[in-house]
């Protein structure tokens, strides 16, 4: 059964806390913070790469830019909710499942690549450009991500071979008996050279992408903060037999009923009646996913001040600063000169008292050799034109 038929987009922003804070401490009217999106898509089952279900051909373009892909996996049993197999939840059954499919979907458009490319490659040898040595990189690099998804060894014909084949009047190409289940493991956990890395974000394939788990249980169980799958689930991540991801415990129901409860204004008046709630409501799963997503991605944040306003922006770790500050204003970083920063837990410890940390030499001042910290609050100085 599908929840979803339709693809659905939202937008919404990163809860940070520190903000807030800042806003006070630099004395500042407005704020700004991370935006982000969520396209809800229709569930996966065995076979959607070749078009069963819903199949990948009427939404899963739409997923090719998305930067991690959230997957809820059901570890509650209903009754009055049907399960796709026979009513029977697993959720690292179905973890595997839907990684299974993704890998599917990228060993066909890799095949595909491959038979259209490999034919070329005696004249790239031959006429060796810079076209042809790029094409020369692609077909190495797909082939290792063609091994890395099935496990098996790409044969590769060598031109003897292919004559003596052609002069018995029989095909060059190569018959592989691939499993419906793939021996290998998803492209985002093999080791990749720089190059090769290029060219597979130029594919955007769906198993590179970064993974993050949503176990969705019940609210009894988020309630009393036990689930008998989440240990399961857990070792099977650290096993790597799932495909490799964070997890995030998280009742969708529960979240639901805060979420009416809050519109209708009687927060309060649930909490009294139901205290153990309440604790459970300290530990909502949506920030924890959000978080979940940003480690994932490698994201840190930092801050800007400037025109009364604190905005925050987000950059990988390790991130130049002269680069970060293309994130503010290209201008910026064409003319950047050196940055002024504060770090947020220098403004927490010493409670925002900015003289003091001018003083004792916590306002650091840094050129384009520095990269940039999780907490950062940055006044970027340009040269004056």
């Known amino acids: 059964m599908f929840c979803t038929l339709d693809t659905i987009i939202g937008k919404g922003e ?14 500042c009217t407005q704020t700004s913070r991370m935006p982000f999106s969520i396209i809800d898509g229709p569930a996966l089952v065995p076979g959607s790469f070749s078009g069963a279900g819903e199949g990948f051909m009427s939404f899963m373009h739409k997923y090719r830019e998305v930067e991690v892909f959230v997957h809820v996996l059901r570890a509650f049993d209903d ?27 990228d060993l066909d458009e890799i095949d595909k690549r491959l038979k259209l490319i490999e034919g070329f490659l005696d004249d790239c040898k031959k ?28 044969i590769v014909l060598t031109d003897d071979e292919k004559s003596i084949l052609k002069r018995k009047g029989k095909s060059t190409e190569i018959k592989y008996n691939i499993p419906e289940i793939l021996g290998g493991c998803a492209l985002r956990l093999a080791t990749w050279a ?27 169980d988020h309630v009393r ?98 680069d970060s500050a293309d994130l503010v204003d290209h201008e910026t970083c064409r003319l950047f000169m050196r940055a002024e920063i504060y770090s947020y837990d220098d403004l927490v410890e010493f409670e925002g008292n900015l003289p003091f940390l ?28």
């Open 14 to 27: 990163v809860t940070d806390t520190r903000v807030d804070w800042l806003k006070s401490v630099f004395n």
């Open 79 to 105: 009754g009055e909710i049907s399960h796709w197999e026979n009513g029977v939840v697993d959720p690292i059954r179905d973890a595997k499942l839907i990684n299974n499919e993704l890998m599917r979907q």
């Open 127 to 154: 006429n060796y450009t810079p076209v042809g040595s790029r094409l020369l990189i692609e077909v190495r690099t797909l082939r290792r991500a063609w091994e890395c998804l099935t496990g098996l060894d790409r």
């Open 194 to 220: 720089p190059v090769e890395v290029e060219i597979l974000k130029s594919f955007n394939f769906f198993s590179a992408k970064e993974m993050v788990y949503v176990l969705n249980i019940s609210d009894r």
């Open 225 to 322: 903060g036990y689930s008998k799958w989440q240990e399961p689930v857990r070792q099977a991540l650290d096993s790597g037999t799932m495909g490799g991801g964070l997890l995030v415990p998280l009742s969708c129901k529960f979240e639901w009923e805060l979420r009416v409860e809050e519109r209708a204004g009687t927060i309060a008046t649930f909490f009294a009646a139901n205290p153990q709630s309440q604790i459970a409501s300290q530990q909502r799963g949506v920030a924890a996913l959000l978080a979940a997503c940003c480690r994932q991605l490698d994201l840190i944040f930092f801050y800007t001040t400037k025109n009364d306003e604190v905005k925050v922006y987000a950059c990988r770790q390790g991130t130049n600063i002269k």
């Open 358 to 385: 001018n003083e004792v030499g916590r306002h650091r001042h840094q050129t384009k050799g520095y990269d940039v910290n999780d907490g950062d609050v940055i006044t970027f100085r340009i040269w004056k034109k």
